[in-house]
């Protein structure tokens, strides 16, 4: 009998032993209020707790720049990401302080536009115009609020040379809404709900930045040229061009090949509820997702991939 609770004990730990590894908690870092990142993070976060047995997510906000930073600092395990920002964090290039070397690609999901935002009756017609002017664009941090000062930058000017605020989207609609602010910037999908909220306010106009690209690509060549069809917003008559990058989902390295396997398959098998959130995922395709953008991708996410007959570089 003085060896029963011993054999209890045994066969409690070879019972445990035997059972499947259940997945632990992970941290999903999104976008800022009133962006498109936090309601596809909440898609996101079930779409992954039925594909992963076990799993339980906790969405959190955060922004393009940030998102790559609480990765590779282990603050986060998966996260929205910016190609362009990203790339500069793999390099190490400013504002990332080092080489991030934990940030692994999973999946694109749609083109980007950042977009400048004016009322139509400022008389703004370029960035050049934007000196001395009130600019309200995303906390520091955000891939949006970085391009930003890109732009400003490439026509000689810094955020010294106009009144700059950095806040969320909401708080950046009220500023424009209420002659606070000259200007609004943001990175984000098309149509954004925060500029139709704006545009639902007051009549405002969307500056064509195709003069720009070739001076934003000398900072960054990740750059391009993308168009916001006519009919976008109230009253475009007109496509405009604007500066463009990718979104995409970027995990830790470290996550287990099989979780992120489910992840990505996840994602592909469910456009149609991803795209209910936002119509930029209407078209998405294990080959859009799959898109080269310079970061390696995650051996669970290159499987995924292979097995729909796409070669990708993983880490």
């Not at 000062?149 to 969320?168: A, E, P, T």
């Not at 489910?262 to 149609?272: C, E, G, L, R």
Request: proline letters at 6%; charged letters at 20%.
């Amino acid at each position: 009998m003085s060896r029963l609770p011993t054999y209890l004990f045994c066969l409690a730990a070879t019972t445990m032993l035997s059972l499947p590894a259940m997945a632990a908690e992970m941290r999903l870092m999104t976008g800022p209020q009133g962006g498109v990142w936090v309601p596809l993070g909440g898609q996101l976060k079930d779409l992954w707790e039925k594909a992963v047995p076990g799993l339980s997510v906790q969405s959190l906000p955060g922004a393009g720049i940030a998102n790559v930073r609480a990765i590779e600092e282990n603050k986060a395990e998966v996260g929205f990401g910016n190609s362009i920002s990203t790339v500069d964090g793999l390099a190490g290039n400013a504002p990332f302080p080092k080489k991030h070397e934990n940030i692994c690609n999973v999946a694109s999901l749609y083109p980007q536009y950042f977009q400048m935002l004016v009322p139509a009756d400022s008389g703004i017609k370029t960035v050049k115009d934007l000196k001395g002017k009130a600019i309200t664009t995303q906390p520091r941090g955000n891939t949006g609020e970085l391009i930003t000062g890109q732009l400003l930058k490439v026509h000689g000017m810094s955020y010294s040379d106009v009144k700059i605020s950095f806040v969320s989207y909401t708080d950046s609609v009220e500023q424009v809404k209420d002659g606070h602010a000259q200007a609004f910037s943001l990175g984000t999908a098309i149509p954004s709900g925060a500029v139709m909220d704006l545009a639902s306010a007051r009549d405002i106009k969307l500056l064509d930045l195709s003069a720009d690209l070739d001076g934003m690509r000398k900072l960054n060549p990740g750059y391009t040229l993308v168009t916001v069809p006519k009919g976008t917003y109230p009253k475009q008559g007109d496509d405009v061009k604007v500066i463009g990058y990718a979104t995409h989902i970027v995990a830790s390295c470290k996550l287990p090949a099989d979780q992120v396997y489910s992840m990505t398959k996840a994602i592909a098998d469910n456009v149609p509820a991803l795209a209910a959130t936002s119509k930029a995922l209407s078209d998405l395709t294990p080959k859009l997702m799959a898109e080269d953008v310079g970061v390696p991708f995650h051996p669970g996410a290159a499987r995924f991939y292979k097995e729909k007959g796409i070669t990708v570089a993983s880490k």
